[in-house]
């Protein structure tokens, strides 16, 4: 069955604490992407891979990182340098159809700040 | 600078009623533009697209959206709501790869 696995389901970060959190596809996607969700807002774009071994910053990447290594991966980082960290995490991958892309999210983790 | 607007914040409509989502883009280009569907605590589930071509598109559970270009717009409807369709309903503009911009959502409640 293929789709986007996202764990954990629920994350607690302690202070001064790096913490990652895991992506898993197996659609054969090249492209794939982390999203930051709050309450009352749109998803924002924190990082993104068209290909393996390299990404991109997306719109609000300061305080997180992440690794390309396996086209099927990309996890994500939440460093101790973002400040406010608690908030609902989309990882996404992408298929492409002639000039356009689907995205395709997974079901999400939520991080939450001891 | 592409952006979306969702003017309701929260619909309620009666079970059996029908409903009919707005959604109004700002883009210089041709957009592609989706509309997305997430119950509480889930991710997000498309229900459906328009790259191009008929402008009426239909999509999974029986939503429809119609692309009108001279109003900016790409409204969600379903003609009759069952009480499974309660969530949060984005509309997204694509202005090709890598870019997607949300609009901030509207959620539905359904009323017996």
């Known amino acids: 069955d293929g789709g986007i696995t996202q764990s954990p389901k629920y994350l607690f970060r302690k202070e001064g604490q790096n913490v990652t959190l895991s992506c898993e596809q197996n659609?054969?996607?090249?492209?794939m992407y982390w999203y930051r969700q709050d309450p009352g807002q749109g998803l924002r774009l924190i990082y993104y891979s068209q290909i393996v071994n390299d990404f991109q910053k997306g719109d609000i990447a300061e305080g997180y990182s992440v690794s390309r290594e396996k086209k099927e991966s990309f996890p994500l980082t939440v460093t101790s340098a973002q400040k406010n960290p608690t908030a609902f995490y989309l990882c996404?991958?992408?298929?492409?159809?002639?000039?356009?892309?689907?995205?395709?999210f997974g079901p999400g983790t939520r991080l939450l700040v001891l | 600078a592409q952006s979306v607007t969702q003017p309701d914040i929260h619909i309620t409509v009666s079970e059996g009623a029908s409903l009919e989502l707005r959604c109004n883009y700002s883009y210089g280009a041709t957009p592609y533009l989706f509309w997305y569907v997430q119950s509480p605590g889930q991710g997000l589930q498309l229900l459906l697209k328009?790259?191009?071509?008929?402008?009426l598109v239909q999509g999974i559970k029986g939503f429809e959206a119609e692309f009108k270009r001279s109003q900016s717009s790409f409204n969600l409807r379903k003609p009759s709501v069952h009480w499974s369709d309660a969530a949060e309903y984005f509309c997204?503009?694509?202005?090709?790869?890598?870019?997607?911009?949300f609009g901030t959502g509207t959620r539905l409640l359904v009323s017996p």
């Open positions: 659609l054969n996607h090249d492209a």
């Open positions: 328009y790259f191009s071509g008929d402008t």
């Open positions: 997204v503009v694509g202005t090709g790869f890598q870019k997607l911009v």
């Open positions: 996404a991958s992408g298929r492409g159809e002639g000039e356009v892309e689907t995205q395709y």
